[in-house]
């Protein structure tokens, strides 16, 4: 057989492998499909602990649970709104009663999703109402372990250091799942979670003295942008968290200003 018959020959197999697979109606699995951990509700933060919040989309169909109730529905196609969503009916305690009551009323104002840096957002036109992430191993972030000195909080005019002229700090031991630092008012201790393109800072403690007001601001915003943050970017020695397009915090690995 020619160079030229083998080519055909090869062309012709590859053709009949694709028509193989129309006509047996395989495709490729929606990027929806699965589980993911719920991070926000109609843009407020939540953690779920002794639970897991998580949304499952499988077949068509959706399910949700907070850590009370279950929520289950229909996931509808691209461009179709979300239909009823029904629930068990248990007494909850605050704050997942409110919470659960945020999920119902997001569900039911959406009318489409998408995928954005890595987490599922479900919208009501522009408006984010429901996002989560994928559960994923912390060893992918072990390289951003050190301490390191903040530098540049969104929000803040000018932040204030600690006694002695030292910056507030974060220091990281991934290796431990481990992160703890000084917000310029108190130490706070958090648990580090790999979210899509985010190492997430979720509060497990914080030391409670009372500040003066600008310190108080400063701790505040601190960790509302580590909540809310979907980017986390190592430049050089600079450690970055972002939403979207916008800065929220900067910090420098310690001696290297």
Not at 76 to 91: A, D, L, M, Q
Not at 213 to 236: C, D, I, K, V, Y
Request: with cysteine; glycine share 10%; charged share 20%.
């Amino acid at each position: 057989m020619s160079l030229s018959q083998r080519v055909i020959a090869a062309l012709a197999t590859v053709a009949l492998g694709l028509t193989g697979c129309s006509l047996t109606g395989e495709s490729a699995p929606s990027p929806y499909e699965g589980q993911w951990i719920v991070s926000s509700v109609n843009g407020e933060t939540f953690i779920g602990p002794p639970t897991t919040p998580y949304l499952t989309i499988e077949s068509g169909q959706l399910s949700a649970d907070l850590g009370c109730n279950r929520f289950s529905g229909s996931w509808p196609e691209p461009g179709e709104p979300f239909g009823p969503v029904i629930s068990t009916r248990k007494g909850c305690p605050e704050p997942l009663a409110s919470a659960e009551q945020a999920l119902t009323s997001a569900l039911a104002s959406a009318n489409g999703y998408r995928i954005h840096y890595d987490r599922l957002q479900i919208l009501a036109g522009e408006r984010v109402v429901l996002e989560g992430y994928r559960a994923a191993p912390l060893s992918q972030w072990l390289p951003l372990s050190g301490e390191y000195s903040l530098t540049y909080l969104k929000g803040v005019e000018r932040i204030h250091d600690l006694f002695g002229g030292r910056p507030p700090y974060l220091e990281l031991t991934l290796d431990r799942a481990k992160a703890e630092g000084n917000s310029g008012c108190n130490q706070y201790f958090a648990e580090p979670v790999a979210a899509g393109q985010a190492l997430s800072l979720t509060p497990a403690g914080m030391t409670l003295m009372a500040c003066q007001p600008a310190l108080m601001e400063q701790e505040q915003a601190l960790m509302r942008h580590f909540a809310e943050a979907n980017r986390t970017l190592l430049e050089g020695e600079r450690l970055q968290w972002w939403r979207d397009e916008t800065l929220l915090l900067e910090f420098v690995r310690s001696g290297e200003e």
